[in-house]
């Protein structure tokens, strides 16, 4: 039995005209859900007119998932190439160019379309070599870890320095409901937790609309709280790898990707929180240190900016004619490049580009914002007391077994110090650190933050 609600199909293969005034469009149109769904994939294949995949796995999705498609395919008599790649002892393959060249080492020419098994890194490469090559995508997936199941981009290492590619998008996703609840609860945590995220992006896309006029569409941000909220009431479900639960949280997952493609960017699905766990990871592969799970970070992110939201509501208005006349003390042009390249190490040239491109911080868009921000006060105020409490979230995580703070996955003190007061410089997107900024309350903030969750022990 398909446990696939309702809700998702209409958001398959749709285009409908929309009350904020686009088309909104998704191409995405197969999605199966169910017990043993890898056995459907060959008629799937033939359905679509395919019939020589090239797959790639490596040794744990391999095992999980890959030798059942193999099996599948054999029984249907498809001919494939199967690359497998080795998972190094204890960690991961990572989704970098020694990985993409064994793929493109291994590829058969003659194949029609590629067909990556797993979720993470595999789901990433095979997306990308598939967009280089110009064939077709297909996902098996093995794990509901992470909002990237359907998305047309891929975010791949390259010289240490994680960069978002285009890719693939695939047409069609597998996931067989067994396969998928029986993941690591750290898995299906991480995946609920990037769910979670969207409660804060969600708040950052209301507030750049408020305050720069950005696009913003009421029916993506109420289809993405929808999936959020259902994945908040299966959290205690995820807990004991409940089928149902782990199909809410699929379902979202790929909600995510499609409320992208509706939008045409990523502002539904990331905001200020995805900036944060971004930063981690940048210091995290500077340093070396083996990769921590994408939402693993991106849950404590949404707890620290969260926490922003809850202080924004709590805030009395600000005196904005000081912070006017204080903007000549902010930080030098000079002082900051500094501290991109004390942060960003590496990576600080594409950083000073984007701002020199984005003039987020000059004092001249930042006076225009501050009128805005000065007249529209009440409304900032009401979109922040909408948000969740930190220490609600904060303890779902915890319930399900989850890193609720930094110090759950090895990141330093420091390192939150500074993603807090320079998360924001990763994008041109506005988000509740460049509010902050620009009331001038950022490095209070972050102090603030920083001593609540980054002590030995903490309550939340
Ligand atoms: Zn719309
Ligand atoms: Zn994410």
């Given at each position: 039995m398909s446990s696939q609600s309702k809700s998702i199909k209409s958001y398959l293969n749709c285009s409908f005209e929309c009350s904020c005034g686009k088309v909104h469009k998704s191409l995405f149109a197969h999605y199966i859900f169910e017990s043993g769904a890898i056995r459907k994939l060959p008629g799937l294949l033939k359905q679509l007119g395919y019939n020589r995949p090239f797959l790639i796995s490596d040794?744990?999705?391999?095992?999980?998932?890959?030798?059942?498609?193999?099996?599948?395919?054999?029984?249907?008599?498809?001919?494939?190439?199967?690359?497998?790649?080795?998972?190094?002892?204890?960690?991961?393959?990572?989704?970098?160019?020694?990985?993409l060249g064994s793929i493109a080492m291994a590829n058969d020419m003659d194949a029609d379309i590629i067909i990556s098994i797993g979720t993470g890194t595999i789901n990433d490469l095979g997306r990308y070599f598939s967009y280089i090559t110009g064939r077709p995508f297909l996902l098996v997936a093995t794990a509901p870890s992470m909002d990237g199941l359907v998305s047309g981009v891929a975010p791949l290492i390259f010289h240490n320095m994680k960069i978002t590619f285009p890719a693939q998008e695939p047409l069609a996703l597998i996931c067989d409901s067994e396969i998928m609840a029986a993941a690591p609860l750290k898995m299906l945590a991480a995946g609920a937790a990037d769910i979670l995220g969207k409660y804060n992006c969600l708040l950052d896309w209301k507030l750049s609309c408020i305050v720069n006029n950005e696009?913003?569409?009421?029916?993506?941000?109420?289809?993405?709280?929808?999936?959020?909220?259902?994945?908040?009431?299966?959290?205690?479900?995820?807990?004991?790898?409940?089928?149902?639960?782990?199909?809410?949280?699929?379902?979202?997952?790929?909600?995510?990707?499609?409320?992208?493609?509706?939008?045409?960017?990523?502002?539904?699905?990331?905001?200020?929180?995805?900036?944060?766990?971004?930063?981690?990871?940048?210091?995290?592969?500077?340093?070396?240190?083996?990769?921590?799970?994408?939402?693993?970070?991106?849950?404590?992110?949404?707890?620290?900016?969260?926490?922003?939201?809850?202080?924004?509501?709590?805030?009395?208005?600000?005196?904005?004619?000081?912070?006017?006349?204080?903007?000549?003390?902010?930080?030098?042009?000079?002082?900051?490049?500094?501290?991109?390249?004390?942060?960003?190490?590496?990576?600080?040239?594409?950083?000073?580009?984007?701002?020199?491109?984005?003039?987020?911080?000059?004092?001249?868009?930042?006076?225009?914002?501050?009128?805005?921000?000065?007249?529209?006060?009440?409304?900032?105020?009401?979109?922040?007391?909408?948000?969740?409490?930190?220490?609600?979230?904060?303890?779902?995580?915890?319930?399900?077994?989850?890193?609720?703070?930094?110090?759950?996955?090895g990141i330093p003190r420091q390192y939150v110090l500074d993603s807090i007061r320079y998360g924001k410089e990763l994008r041109d997107r506005y988000t509740i650190l460049q509010l902050m900024w620009d009331i001038d309350k950022l490095d209070e903030e972050a102090d603030f933050l920083v001593e609540k969750y980054c002590q030995e022990s903490v309550c939340g």
């Amino acid at each position: 039995m398909s446990s696939q609600s309702k809700s998702i199909k209409s958001y398959l293969n749709c285009s409908f005209e929309c009350s904020c005034g686009k088309v909104h469009k998704s191409l995405f149109a197969h999605y199966i859900f169910e017990s043993g769904a890898i056995r459907k994939l060959p008629g799937l294949l033939k359905q679509l007119g395919y019939n020589r995949p090239f797959l790639i796995s490596d040794t744990h999705t391999h095992e999980i998932a890959g030798c059942r498609t193999e099996e599948a395919l054999r029984t249907a008599g498809i001919c494939f190439t199967s690359h497998v790649l080795k998972s190094p002892e204890n960690s991961d393959v990572a989704a970098d160019e020694n990985a993409l060249g064994s793929i493109a080492m291994a590829n058969d020419m003659d194949a029609d379309i590629i067909i990556s098994i797993g979720t993470g890194t595999i789901n990433d490469l095979g997306r990308y070599f598939s967009y280089i090559t110009g064939r077709p995508f297909l996902l098996v997936a093995t794990a509901p870890s992470m909002d990237g199941l359907v998305s047309g981009v891929a975010p791949l290492i390259f010289h240490n320095m994680k960069i978002t590619f285009p890719a693939q998008e695939p047409l069609a996703l597998i996931c067989d409901s067994e396969i998928m609840a029986a993941a690591p609860l750290k898995m299906l945590a991480a995946g609920a937790a990037d769910i979670l995220g969207k409660y804060n992006c969600l708040l950052d896309w209301k507030l750049s609309c408020i305050v720069n006029n950005e696009y913003y569409c009421d029916t993506i941000a109420d289809i993405m709280r929808t999936a959020v909220d259902q994945t908040m009431e299966s959290t205690k479900g995820l807990a004991s790898h409940d089928d149902k639960a782990v199909s809410v949280l699929t379902e979202a997952l790929v909600l995510s990707g499609i409320a992208m493609d509706f939008s045409g960017n990523s502002r539904p699905a990331s905001g200020a929180e995805h900036h944060q766990s971004h930063y981690w990871e940048m210091q995290f592969l500077f340093d070396q240190i083996p990769a921590v799970l994408h939402g693993t970070k991106v849950g404590i992110g949404t707890v620290l900016m969260l926490e922003l939201y809850n202080t924004l509501a709590k805030m009395e208005k600000p005196d904005f004619d000081a912070i006017r006349e204080n903007i000549s003390n902010r930080m030098t042009v000079e002082a900051w490049e500094q501290e991109m390249r004390r942060c960003y190490r590496d990576g600080a040239d594409g950083i000073i580009d984007l701002e020199r491109k984005s003039k987020k911080n000059d004092p001249e868009g930042l006076l225009k914002r501050l009128s805005v921000i000065e007249a529209k006060w009440d409304e900032i105020q009401e979109l922040a007391k909408t948000a969740p409490k930190a220490a609600e979230i904060y303890q779902v995580l915890e319930e399900m077994k989850a890193a609720r703070i930094p110090a759950d996955v090895g990141i330093p003190r420091q390192y939150v110090l500074d993603s807090i007061r320079y998360g924001k410089e990763l994008r041109d997107r506005y988000t509740i650190l460049q509010l902050m900024w620009d009331i001038d309350k950022l490095d209070e903030e972050a102090d603030f933050l920083v001593e609540k969750y980054c002590q030995e022990s903490v309550c939340g």
